[in-house]
């Protein structure tokens, strides 16, 4: 491994030849190369190459006491492990293997999805053509340490071959010399290298404890001036202010950089692995390389340091100049990767100053890319305000319970309810306050209730539909503005980087809670929820919530979704066309059905795992108990089924991240059963076959959507923060496509953001109002109103749209043509005027389809102010549709 | 809804100023104004004379509003020490004293005097004693139904001292008895019909609590707009009417048992306490409880771009 490595740099092998290899897909997992009597795999060298990357350049990223806050932001592997051995690692994919948890080394390796070697029959199990894809275990031989695996990327391989061959260190001007060291334990990483398993874990505990007197520190006092990255123009001030000279750090010249022909190599290799998908998970390599962007140089006065850097000489100055060379090449060839971050990342990207000084270029296709980011959350005009469950007399009055003691009780049940989730909003934030201890006996002695009156299934719809109400969508489920959300859209201005970093940190570090669910994967709202459940404990509850998520989900699975126009992959890049309106109407759909479904199927998976759950993984003897004891009863969902399906009908961008979330609420066991271990088996198929630079069918984005979940699935560690912010930003990308337009999943409803772009604030917040207005007319509605509103605005508006392009428009360019020939130098006649005719005119046009369409109606509703304000509605939508396509179909030409 | 003693207030300003009903002063109070008021009601009696002691002492506060907040203070002192009066050998001594002076003095407002006296209620004195004087006839006890009947039509009590004496406690008391009872119940009406009016006037659809009952709802606010509006920037479902002053104590019980409830039904909504309020219990607006103690003049309706036609008085009011 080191080998390889060591004689790319210098030269002996070919770079393209392992390029080449890399990029193959599967057939040659082995490469051979005769002359060095070399014989690698592919499953070891690509962690083998992550993890010499992040020890390489662990010095930069972790520096000692005196920049404590930064220390808990490397993914290092000390850190991992601790992650690792503090969570359930079952929950990924690898989870059965190994007796530490999981390890991403075991991801990209075959025995991932076996529960151990006498399970490596199961990916033959899977019908995959392409099986040689993925060698059963055995066929490649693993190294013992891969099955007990001591950190995220395993080191050993280095430690078996280092006596043999001395890589260069690109990022430090010497070779390490570290274990000689006395101080050998204050860097685990190189010394883990040279001592054995037994030492290195010693030392990792070490470590372990050193971090965590270190956090405990820092929250205790925090230094926020520490945790300013040196931007140079932006931090000058602060450093000269509030950071003593010691801290001071170097800034990155280009100039400086060394080992630029070796690093240029690596920049290559790592590329390669990120574009073929090669990396667990694309999005925690490109954190690491916003981390060595950001880097600082080790400071050289601390006397514990001291030594250990005499050693080194200026080593960590060099450092810096050779991380961020690295970082701004990878930027570079992963751009358009990069170019589909949101609008903030890419501006504080842009604005970096190292980017600018290492690479102007990459720092003006950032800018570019900026303007056509449409990776952005406008969340401005979604309705902020939390609504109940409507009382509808069809579904909720008296007729619809057993005895009128039933429906005196369900009364009453209701309001028990809202009163403990405003108590809840009050309260639980507040030091000390305890779910259970203040909610739990009012929620179970609701339960009791409830059991003796059977009105079980009231309120499970209750409890689901608020759950959707509070949770859905992208925005509303963050109750404050501290979650890694906000943070993210917040990343404005100067103080950007340095929030970054502060953030970065937050979403690195590991979260202590042992629970049955971290809570990460519960924000917001959720956590209500779910910890109403836990309290509740209610198995009649819980058995109808399931009954009904079941059928929600499927039916949601099912939806029909139009596919775009295979050309998509192609026009993607262009970033300029609208679509058409249709189209566009579909995205907003699909991404609120997506979500719908993500948050549904990660309750049906925490309801159904919920017994299964424990703290502790259990021993062997018990696992083979319950799998044998499992495997006779029926799980909740087929799964397997749901899943296949979905990948004969190509529906798997809807399916799988739903099923990702569901997966990822599994117990210890539940990987182990034959179901799971089958969908993840070929989950795991699907994510590899998945490379992001390849066009294919798939468009680029559904692709990085399915990446990355499945990524997150496999590796279900801090790296999730990064996700859950990122994620809805890529969601939002994602399904918006390139329109700009996009309002999130009620934007059906919500005026365009052009109408509103340059009105001042007092007329905008009358506008948020009437938005208001409109969602809460519907509140109280039956939901056949509002669809039946829509369905017509959506055929009236596409007559309309209809209607102009066969008379109007065609009269338009005869007009225009002729304006054109008229009066060239007349600049009255700019398109905007144009298109303002033409809105007057359509809407004459829509008006009098509507006074059509608006007669049906009239037949099913009585009360004339509903049948009024539901008209209205219509035409307001009816005619922002065809409004939206012609100023994004005409305004262009 | 019922008010909770708002009519005798209004039938004194009618005695006192020859005129109807003009709502004046300041209804929104704050804790501490509130705390004053209450601290002077302490002493006072549920007379026409102390009415006009408060009136004086607070000029500036509309007279329904100090009557209100006198009315909810005198039956809280009433709960709080009734059941001093209400043990056999009191009620005992009450009755002999009673008689006694009745005999001495059969035209004179013996009762009511006695009423006041001991600071009970003077219509709850009635109650006793009348309870007591049947008992002494029948030897058995009174069922509930002729004891209601009498007080409210002394004429049927067999002993005409005791009719005049009932039927003066019963007017001269304006926070118990079935005259205020029946007052509570007129204002409360009044109130609600007043609410409509004013709806309709507004030309805002909406239902009533009859509507929503035949409808089956299990909670029934006074109104629902079939069509929201917003009220000063917040939504409005459902307005519920009170013709009472909001204190501390009534607003906690009616945001358990009614407005929390509304809110869990059909959301945000309006409360409207015609007597005034405690402005700092106005403090759940952004949970969707707003209080108000008149008809809101600032209210938005939903009004559409493609609707050229909105109406002017809805685009832009100032907020109060």
């Not at chain 1, 750090?249 to 790592?270: A, G, H, M, Q």
């Not at chain 1, 009954?547 to 029909?560: A, G, H, K, P, Y």
């Not at chain 1, 948050?599 to 017994?611: M, N, R, T, V, Y």
Request: proline share 6%; glycine share 6%.
């Amino acid at each position: 491994m080191a080998a390889l490595l060591e004689s790319l740099l210098s030269q002996k092998v070919d770079i393209i030849k392992v390029v080449d290899w890399l990029k193959s897909a599967g057939d040659e997992e082995k490469l051979s190369i005769s002359e060095l009597g070399l014989t690698v795999h592919k499953e070891e060298f690509v962690p083998f190459l992550l993890n010499f990357l992040r020890e390489q350049s662990s010095q930069a990223l972790t520096h000692g006491p005196a920049t404590p806050a930064k220390t808990p932001s490397r993914p290092r592997p000390a850190a991992q492990t601790q992650v690792f051995s503090e969570r359930r690692g079952c929950k990924s994919a690898s989870g059965g293997s190994g007796t530490r948890g999981a390890s991403r080394v075991q991801l990209f390796s075959p025995s991932s999805v076996s529960p151990g070697p006498e399970g490596s029959h199961c990916l033959s199990q899977l019908n995959f053509n392409n099986l040689e894809e993925f060698p059963p275990v055995g066929s490649s031989p693993i190294s013992p340490a891969a099955s007990k695996p001591t950190r995220r990327i395993n080191p050993t391989p280095v430690s078996a071959e280092r006596p043999h061959s001395k890589p260069k260190t690109c990022f430090t001007s010497t070779p390490f010399s570290k274990p000689s060291s006395p101080l050998s334990g204050v860097e685990p990483l190189e010394g883990s290298m040279t001592g054995g398993n037994s030492l290195s874990l010693q030392e990792e505990r070490e470590l372990l404890k050193r971090e965590k007197t270190k956090r405990a520190q820092q929250v205790g006092s925090p230094q926020p001036s520490s945790l300013e990255p040196c931007t140079p123009t932006k931090t000058v001030l602060k450093t000269g202010s509030k950071v003593t000279p010691e801290h001071q750090t170097t800034c990155p010249e280009p100039s400086k950089v060394t080992f630029s022909l070796e690093l240029d190599l690596l920049v290559e290799l790592y590329s390669t692995c990120i574009s073929e998908n090669l990396v667990p998970n694309i999005f925690l390599e490109l954190f690491f390389v916003m981390q060595l962007l950001t880097s600082r140089s080790p400071h050289t006065h601390d006397d514990e340091q001291e030594s250990l850097c005499a050693a080194h000489s200026h080593s960590g100055v060099q450092l810096v100049h050779n991380c961020v060379y690295f970082a701004v090449k990878v930027l570079e060839n992963q751009f358009q990767l990069v170019a589909h971050l949101d609008k903030c990342t890419l501006r504080l990207l842009a604005e970096n100053e190292r980017v600018a000084s290492f690479s102007p270029h990459l720092r003006d296709r950032l800018t570019q890319a900026q303007d056509k980011s449409t990776a952005k959350v406008t969340e401005l005009y979604l309705s902020t305000f939390i609504h109940s469950v409507p009382f509808q007399p069809d579904t909720d009055n008296r007729s619809n319970f057993s005895s009128d003691k039933a429906f005196h009780i369900f009364k009453k049940q209701r309001d028990i309810f809202y009163e403990v989730l405003r108590e809840w909003e009050d309260f639980h934030k507040e030091p000390g306050w305890s779910f259970d201890t203040a909610l739990g006996n009012r929620i179970r002695g609701m339960m009791s209730q409830m059991t003796s009156a059977g009105n079980h299934s009231h309120f499970a719809r209750l409890f689901l539909k608020q759950l959707i109400q509070m949770c859905k969508g992208p925005r509303v489920n963050s109750t404050s503005g501290d979650t890694p959300d906000a943070d993210l859209l917040g990343m404005l201005g100067a103080e950007g980087l340095g929030r970054l970093k502060r953030l970065e940190e937050r979403l690195i570090q590991p979260h202590g809670v042992v629970g049955p669910c971290p809570p990460p994967s519960f924000p917001g709202y959720q956590e209500f929820f779910r910890d109403f459940l836990q309290a509740a404990s209610c198995c009649q509850l819980n058995q109808h919530l399931q009954d009904s998520l079941c059928q929600q989900l499927l039916q949601l699975d099912e939806v029909s979704i139009l596919s775009p126009p295979a050309s998509i992959c192609e026009r993607e890049e262009e970033e300029e066309e609208d679509g058409d309106m249709e189209q566009q109407d579909e995205k907003q759909r699909f991404s609120s059905v997506l979500l719908l479904a993500r948050l549904l199927a990660k309750f049906l998976g925490f309801i159904s795992f919920l017994p299964y759950q424990t703290s502790e993984k259990p021993s062997r003897e018990i696992q083979d108990t319950a799998i044998a004891l499992r495997s006779k009863s029926v799980p909740v969902l087929d799964v397997c089924a749901v899943l296949r399906n979905s990948m004969r009908r190509r529906r798997t961008i809807l399916t799988v991240p739903w099923l990702v979330e569901f997966l990822s609420m599994l117990d210890f066991i539940g990987p182990l059963l034959l179901c799971y271990r089958t969908t993840l088996g070929t989950l795991l198929l699907l994510y590899r076959r998945l490379v992001l630079g390849r066009c294919e069918e798939m468009c680029y984005l559904n692709k990085l959507l399915m990446v990355s979940v499945l990524g997150w699935l496999f590796q279900i560690n801090p790296s999730f923060f990064i996700h859950s912010g990122e994620f809805r930003k890529l969601l939002a990308a994602f399904v918006s496509g390139s329109t700009a337009k996009s309002g999130g999943i009620i934007r059906k409803i919500t005026p365009t953001s052009a109408e509103l772009k340059d009105t001042p604030a007092a007329h905008r917040s009358q506008q948020k109002l009437q938005v208001d207005l409109e969602q809460a007319f519907f509140h109280n509605q039956p939901p056949s109103l509002r669809r039946t509103v829509e369905f017509v605005a959506e055929r009236v508006g596409s007559n309309a749209v209809k209607h102009m392009k066969a008379t109007l428009v065609n009269e338009l360019v005869g007009r225009g043509e002729k304006m054109l020939r008229d009066g060239l130098g007349s600049p009255n006649s700019n398109p905007s005027k144009l298109n303002d005719s033409i809105c007057a005119q359509l809407c004459d046009a829509g008006l009098e389809a509507l006074a059509r369409a608006t007669r049906y109606k009239s037949l099913f509703y009585k009360c004339p102010a509903v049948l009024a304000t539901s008209e209205n509605i219509t035409k307001r939508l009816a005619t922002e549709k065809a409004c939206s396509w012609l100023s994004a179909n005409i305004t262009g030409n | 809804m019922c008010g909770r003693g708002g009519r005798i207030e209004e039938e004194w300003q009618k005695d006192m100023e020859g005129k109807t009903l003009i709502l004046s002063g300041r209804m929104r109070l704050s804790r501490a104004e509130h705390k004053e008021i209450v601290r002077w009601t302490e002493k006072l009696r549920p007379t026409r004379q102390c009415m006009k002691i408060l009136k004086d002492r607070f000029p500036s506060h509309s007279q329904s509003t100090l009557l209100s907040i006198f009315s909810l203070e005198y039956q809280k002192r009433i709960k709080r020490t009734f059941s001093r009066h209400h043990v056999p050998d009191v009620i005992e001594s009450y009755y002999q004293r009673y008689l006694s002076e009745a005999k001495a003095q059969p035209t004179a407002p013996v009762l009511l005097e006695l009423a006041n006296e001991v600071d009970l209620s003077p219509a709850l004195m009635a109650r006793i004693i009348l309870d007591r004087f049947l008992q002494g006839q029948d030897g058995g006890m009174p069922s509930k139904s002729v004891l209601n009947s009498m007080l409210k039509e002394p004429s049927l009590i067999p002993d005409q001292i005791l009719a005049n004496n009932v039927y003066q406690c019963t007017i001269n008391d304006c926070c118990y008895g079935p005259l205020v009872d029946c007052i509570k119940h007129a204002i409360g009406h009044e109130h609600e019909v007043l609410l409509r009016e004013k709806l309709k006037e507004k030309n805002l659809s909406f239902l009533d609590e009859n509507h929503l009952r035949t409808m089956g709802y299990d909670k029934t606010p006074d109104i629902i707009l079939e069509v929201p509006v917003a009220v000063e920037g917040h939504i409005v479902h459902w307005i519920e009417s009170k013709a009472s002053f909001g204190d501390d104590q009534s607003h906690r019980t009616y945001l358990n048992e009614q407005f929390w409830s509304y809110w869990n039904r059909f959301g945000p909504g309006l409360v409207i306490y015609w007597y005034g309020f405690i402005g700092e219990l106005d403090c759940q607006r952004d949970r969707g409880i707003l209080l108000k103690d008149c008809f809101p003049t600032d209210i938005v309706t939903l009004c559409h771009a493609t609707q050229q036609d909105r109406s002017p008085e809805s685009q832009n009011k100032d907020k109060e």
